[in-house]
């Protein structure tokens, strides 16, 4: 009889230690899953948008090119009036043209975006790597501020000077030419940026296209929270003059916001998965524990307790079960996220994610609702095995000893 019991405790104990890991790994794998895809998408949204703007306002002939092929007037009131919409943080005007850069015998075609003095350089200052931002005065700066892409192709260095090509419009053969200085190196991460984008003053590019210095190819706006970046587009689109567009950055780079919306559909996949490996091993734990001691639950019933108490104290059980294992799990998944965050040992290829390593990002609050919501359907979950209670009798239990 005692080996019996002691085999029994033993198998028991077994299954109680599985559910309890199963549990850990649920619960880490649901943590790392979370903080990776919304770290993935943070990084992509941000670099998105500060290299491009949250909302490009321009002429509609200009929606569906990367230059800025026709003008118009930097209206100072339609300017105050966009940042005086209350979800606006700010607004800069910009220009873009194609060209080409030449050094050391090697060219490589780049757009060139020319932004005014208002421009926030310290919104790219985490990207910056080498030297300083092109200062920006009255006259027109010959400062460039390049990627290390483009600087490693054109064999350039930091202070170096480098000739810059344009189509001339008036028709004549000769391009036009200028001779810039790269004053700073940026690395964005961003393949699609790195091999093309160069900054520049705007008053270039409006000497190179013929336009008055009021003239400009748009405005780059940016919002207090990205969630609220279509609606904002929508609100200015209803203040801007019939000739001018709101573009939100979803719509202009809309594959992109696509393929990272499907993170969220994983995760959800993931999260369900994972839940439903917790519960169906935690409702194998219970139904254990309570066949073991199914003349416990006779004696408890024989001495009046109802149903529903018995019940509760079973279900206070695997509550201690789940919590060993939301601790171990939430161990893991934080010893993950903060190691990652730290340290990025892992790494991702920049031509398929757009980074060079998995960026995490999840908020305490996230952390704490997630472990709720585990822990609450996992108790809604495990009522039902738990009513196998109703069915023992106090008499056949207690029958035999």
Do not use: C
Request: proline fraction near 2%; hydrophobic fraction near 50%.
């Amino acid at each position: 009889m005692r080996q019996y019991k002691q085999d029994k405790s033993n198998v028991s104990s077994r299954i109680i230690n599985i559910a309890t890991v199963a549990v850990a790994i649920g619960v880490s794998a649901i943590l790392i899953a979370v903080s990776t895809s919304q770290g993935l998408q943070r990084e992509i949204q941000k670099k998105t948008s500060v290299f491009n703007g949250q909302i490009l306002v321009t002429l509609f002939e200009n929606n569906e090119s990367q230059v800025s092929l026709q003008s118009f007037k930097d209206d100072f009131a339609l300017r105050d009036q966009i940042l005086n919409i209350p979800t606006v943080e700010r607004i800069h005007s910009v220009a873009l043209k194609a060209g080409m850069l030449k050094a050391n015998q090697e060219f490589e075609g780049v757009l060139f975006k020319g932004v005014s003095r208002n421009f926030e350089w310290e919104s790219i200052s985490e990207f910056l790597t080498q030297g300083v931002y092109p200062k920006l005065v009255e006259e027109a700066s010959n400062e460039i501020l390049i990627s290390e892409t483009i600087l490693t192709r054109l064999g350039l260095s930091l202070g170096d000077s480098v000739n810059a090509f344009f189509q001339n419009e008036s028709g004549l053969r000769l391009p036009k030419r200028r001779k810039f200085k790269v004053v700073g190196v940026y690395s964005s991460g961003f393949p699609d940026i790195d091999q093309s984008l160069v900054y520049l003053d705007i008053q270039q590019i409006q000497v190179l296209n013929n336009w008055q210095l009021d003239q400009i190819g748009g405005y780059e706006i940016f919002v207090d929270e990205f969630n609220l970046v279509t609606e904002t587009a929508d609100f200015i689109y209803d203040k801007l003059p019939s000739e001018l567009n709101s573009i939100a950055i979803q719509d202009r780079y809309s594959s992109i916001f696509k393929w990272i919306a499907l993170f969220d559909f994983n995760v959800a996949i993931i999260l369900i998965i994972m839940i439903l490996v917790g519960v169906i091993n935690m409702a194998t734990a219970l139904l254990v524990l309570i066949l073991e001691r199914s003349r416990m639950v006779g004696v408890l019933k024989a001495l009046g307790s109802n149903n529903a108490l018995i019940q509760k104290i079973f279900l206070y059980n695997a509550v201690l079960i789940i919590s060993k294992g939301l601790f171990w799990g939430n161990l893991i998944g934080l010893g993950f996220y903060f190691s990652q965050y730290y340290f990025g040992w892992i790494k991702l290829d920049p031509l398929t994610y757009f980074v060079t390593q998995a960026p995490v990002f999840i908020t305490l609050v996230e952390v704490v609702l997630l472990n709720l919501f585990f822990l609450s359907i996992s108790i809604v979950l495990l009522w039902i095995p738990s009513q196998i209670i109703l069915r023992i009798s106090p008499s056949q239990v207690l029958r035999y000893r």
